[in-house]
């Protein structure tokens, strides 16, 4: 499965953004996805994952409310709505494949290249 994050941008505090991860492969509606973030000098850390169906969706406790993830498997997409946006959302944006168990998600080597997030005023 290749991956390929897109959507970023600079944006001013409150505004709205909508990051697409666009998938190939025919087996993408049997992996889970996941969105990452990454700040500068900071590790990359989990924002949110859905399951293969879309039927079950995890956040975050730092984004729950303001993000939302989605996805299209008839056109090999997933999607992360955020709204709200602050200054400390600014961070590249990954989206990964992998598998979703017990309620959290594993990521497998399955990586898009990142989006950048920048919010400023």
């Known amino acids: 499965v290749q991956l390929q994050a897109s959507g970023g941008g600079l944006v001013q505090p409150g505004d709205s953004l909508r990051l697409s991860c666009a998938a190939s492969g025919r087996t993408f509606s049997s992996y889970a996805v996941g969105w990452f973030r990454q700040a500068p000098g900071k590790e990359r850390k989990f924002v949110a994952a859905?399951?293969?169906?879309?039927?079950?969706?995890n956040y975050a406790d730092s984004v729950k409310g303001r993000f939302t993830i989605s996805r299209d498997n008839a056109k090999n997409m997933v999607y992360l709505q955020i709204d709200s946006l602050k200054p400390e959302d600014t961070a590249v944006y990954y989206c990964?494949?992998?598998?979703?168990?017990?309620?959290?998600?594993?990521?497998?080597?399955?990586w898009g290249q990142g989006t950048q997030v920048t919010v400023s005023s």
């Open positions: 990964s494949a992998g598998s979703y168990w017990a309620g959290k998600y594993y990521p497998n080597n399955y």
């Open positions: 859905i399951t293969d169906s879309g039927r079950t969706t």
